[in-house]
């Protein structure tokens, strides 16, 4: 298999879901000449012209709308939202409009839209482009989130999200963009809803999405390298729908957990998690679950401050020292 | 709101009986006053407060046999107070660090838990049922309940005293290593039930006795100490018409005194100066190594209703016959009114056990751990001794030596006993 980057992959999903149905197409803001400000969208405008990748006004809540119409009359639009932070302006589209219409009309009006958009923090972007909102759409039934850790898995989920017949919130990361990884040859689709077991432990297990799992798992591994503690990472891969069950799977096994998300902790996804491990596993709990999140403050500029705010692997690994059982589990 | 735990009131209790409680549920309560008596495993000791208020709540009712550590009762403003509320409930076991020997009483578990206790009053049925409220994971409710675990005899490590999985496995662990060690104690099974490896004996015709705590540590340590320490048996007579006859003119010497001299003084006193001159005999076998004591304390055995103690009578060596028949007299008034203290139980070096007022013509004792030797004396008898190969009638006295044969051997207990023959047969040499 080969190493891509993660920039890479999205980009070539997207050329072929539009070479593979020409119902798909692109909209945001500088996408077309500019090749958008991460470079996802380079060179499908001059492929695919102007009709299929287009170039919008900065009018979130404008082009969301249009995507929603384009979807019930049967288009597959993969709208751009420049960074998660300005889905703010669009959230009307999205919540009353984009995660209804399905249920509201009788299931007659699919709306088949993929929302794709770049969050998270640790560039010096500061408070108001920096934030991690996932638990908002999360929230709303009708809507589907998932929030990609790994090339191959970037991959399954966007081809899964542009097929799918519901409105997908597509998360991507700023810092994974350059991240490598193997990606599977062939047509491969991810189901919604399936978890993966990054890599297997008993000590405990660290439950994360996206970046977080990233770095979840560096760490896991280099404390099992260092022989210090057997860590089972688990990607959630998909926000909603939540696969409780490989959740509940892993903590009857380790009996241990802590949520490792760069949300702010408050209402944040980790709580949906632990909520869903103490209603469904309880009987194996042998600690109450950690949840290692950042720090309830809009984001500093400063760079030390930044760092300070955001969690990391030091704050996952002294949580995970925390918790490790005082045996090691065989 | 303060938790009163069982104390830890000597270095081998794990456990107390409340034996009475001298303050009720709304009493006033100061620090230093006297809560409770308890029954340890060596003597009838007094739970003191450190927490002024009002006790609240009596949490193990006289009779009931307690862990260590684990709450007994509570003091606070006196809101919580909950009277005629029996029985009530356990709240947490080894909340923290059980001090070494005073009574203690922790700030910690019942303020951050109010919910507990506002369950426990809710659930209380009033028939009896003693519910455990135990700080346990529920992975370690769920594998104790699996594994037939009693909660209360699995001491918790995690975060505030909570037990956990690790806990159960090393208990498992622990039981299966040793079945005796681990399931010893295990609550006394009640009258009526019988344990299945006697089954074959009919219980109808059977009294099943409840043991008191004294009981349960001697059922504990001997078998410990018959199952651990290999035990081999050197035995001696010892001609003791002329230190009864010196003990004769002593006693009617010192009568006026009100001093009155028992053989065991002069035997205790003999082995005390031998003693000086054996310190492996005087020592302990443990983890590999000798560990040889400078102080010679040496226990005595008395004999109770409900068992055995042995008091130790300190620095034998040092001390003169007057100053030991005096202390010996003092341990054994204590001993039979069951007011020794662990003080007085602890640190013995060496035990004697002196069965000679029952007539017994010979026997052998138990090891004492951590002590290396026992001396089993009999009862001193008229005896014909040959003297130039003539028949003499003499006073002769059957001892044997039990000694644990990791730090003893055979020739070093010979000479031991060979030099505390010399010394109860010359017994001027007992005077200085």
């Not at chain 1, 945001?28 to 000449?33: A, L, R, T």
């Not at chain 1, 639009?77 to 959230?91: D, H, Q, S």
């Not at chain 2, 504990?220 to 081999?232: A, G, Y």
């Amino acid at each position: 298999m080969a190493e891509v980057s993660l920039r890479q992959v999205l980009n070539d999903t997207l050329r072929e879901e539009m070479l593979r149905d020409e119902n798909v197409f692109l909209m945001g803001e500088e996408i077309g000449n500019f090749e958008g400000s991460y470079k996802i969208t380079a060179g499908l405008l001059k492929e695919f012209g102007p009709k299929r990748v287009v170039d919008t006004p900065i009018a979130e809540n404008g082009f969301v709308g249009m995507a929603v119409g384009a979807a019930m009359l049967g288009l597959r639009p993969v709208v751009e939202i420049m960074t998660f932070n300005f889905i703010a302006l669009a959230i009307d589209e999205i919540l009353n409009h984009a995660a209804k219409i399905y249920y509201m009309f009788g299931g007659q009006t699919p709306v088949p839209m993929v929302i794709r958009t770049p969050g998270g923090g640790g560039q010096q972007l500061s408070a108001t482009h920096s934030q991690n909102l996932e638990a908002w759409f999360a929230h709303i039934p009708g809507l589907q989130v998932v929030a990609p850790s790994t090339p191959g898995d970037a991959r399954g989920l966007l081809r899964t999200a542009i097929r799918n017949n519901n409105p997908v919130l597509f998360l991507e990361h700023l810092a994974l963009y350059n991240a490598k990884g193997e990606v599977p040859e062939g047509d491969y689709t991810i189901p919604f809803g399936q978890a993966k077991v990054m890599k297997e432990g008993k000590d405990l297990t660290v439950i994360s999405y996206s970046r977080k799992a990233a770095i979840a798992y560096d760490v896991a591994s280099r404390l099992e390298r260092e022989n210090k503690l057997s860590v089972e990472v688990v990607d959630i891969r998909s926000l909603r729908p939540l696969d409780g069950e490989t959740l509940v799977n892993s903590v009857k096994k380790t009996g241990r957990a802590i949520v490792f998300e760069e949300d702010w902790r408050s209402y944040g996804v980790g709580a949906e998690i632990v909520a869903t491990l103490q209603e469904d596993a309880f009987d194996y709990l042998d600690a109450p679950i950690k949840r290692v999140a950042s720090v309830e403050v809009p984001l500093p500029y400063s760079k030390p401050l930044e760092l300070a705010a955001l969690t990391g692997a030091q704050e996952l690994e002294s949580a995970i020292n925390d918790l490790a059982p005082r045996r090691r589990r065989r | 709101m303060a938790e009163v735990n069982m104390p830890r009131l000597s270095d081998t209790m794990q456990e107390g009986t409340i034996t009475r409680w001298l303050k009720q549920v709304g009493d006033e309560v100061k620090r230093g006053d006297v809560l409770a008596e308890v029954e340890t495993d060596k003597a009838n000791m007094e739970v003191e407060a450190y927490d002024s208020g009002i006790l609240e709540r009596v949490v193990a009712q006289e009779g009931e046999t307690v862990p260590i550590g684990q709450v007994i009762a509570i003091i606070g403003s006196g809101a919580g107070t909950l009277k005629g509320g029996q029985p009530e409930v356990l709240v947490t076991t080894q909340s923290g660090q059980t001090p070494p020997v005073a009574p203690s009483i922790h700030e910690s578990a019942a303020v951050e838990q109010p919910s507990v206790f506002a369950g426990i009053s809710a659930q209380q049925n009033g028939v009896g049922v003693n519910r455990m409220f135990i700080k346990a994971s529920p992975l370690a409710r769920r594998m104790a309940e699996e594994h037939g675990i009693d909660l209360l005899q699995v001491k918790g490590t995690g975060p505030g005293g909570r037990i956990v999985r690790d806990d159960i496995e090393d208990f498992i662990e622990q039981r299966t290593i040793s079945p005796a060690a681990a399931m010893q104690p295990q609550p006394v099974q009640p009258v009526g039930a019988a344990p299945a490896s006697i089954s074959e004996i009919s219980m109808a015709d059977a009294e099943v006795v409840t043991l008191t705590s004294m009981q349960k540590t001697i059922a504990r340590r001997l078998t410990e100490s018959k199952q651990t320490v290999p035990h081999f048996y050197v035995g001696n007579e010892i001609d003791m018409t002329e230190v009864l006859k010196l003990r004769q003119e002593l006693n009617v010497a010192l009568s006026e005194e009100g001093i009155k001299i028992s053989v065991n003084d002069l035997i205790v006193r003999a082995c005390a100066l031998t003693l000086e001159k054996f310190p492996e005999i005087n020592g302990s076998y443990k983890d590999g190594q000798f560990v040889l004591h400078k102080k010679v304390n040496i226990g005595i055995a008395v004999d109770l209703p409900s068992g055995l103690v042995v008091p130790v009578i300190r620095d034998a060596n040092t001390k003169g016959l007057r100053v030991i028949a005096r202390e010996a007299r003092s341990l054994v008034a204590k001993a039979q009114t069951g007011k020794l203290t662990p003080a007085e139980l602890d640190g013995g070096t060496f035990s004697i056990s002196n069965l000679g007022m029952m007539d017994v013509t010979e026997f052998v004792a138990v090891i004492n751990p951590p002590q290396a030797a026992i001396l089993a004396v009999a009862a001193t008898r008229k005896t014909f001794v040959p003297i130039d190969d003539q028949p003499v009638i003499r006073d002769i006295m059957h001892v044997t030596l039990s000694a644990d044969h990791r730090i003893l051997y055979g020739a070093t207990v010979a000479r031991f006993l060979k030099e505390v023959k010399h010394l109860l047969q010359n017994p001027f040499l007992l005077l200085v």
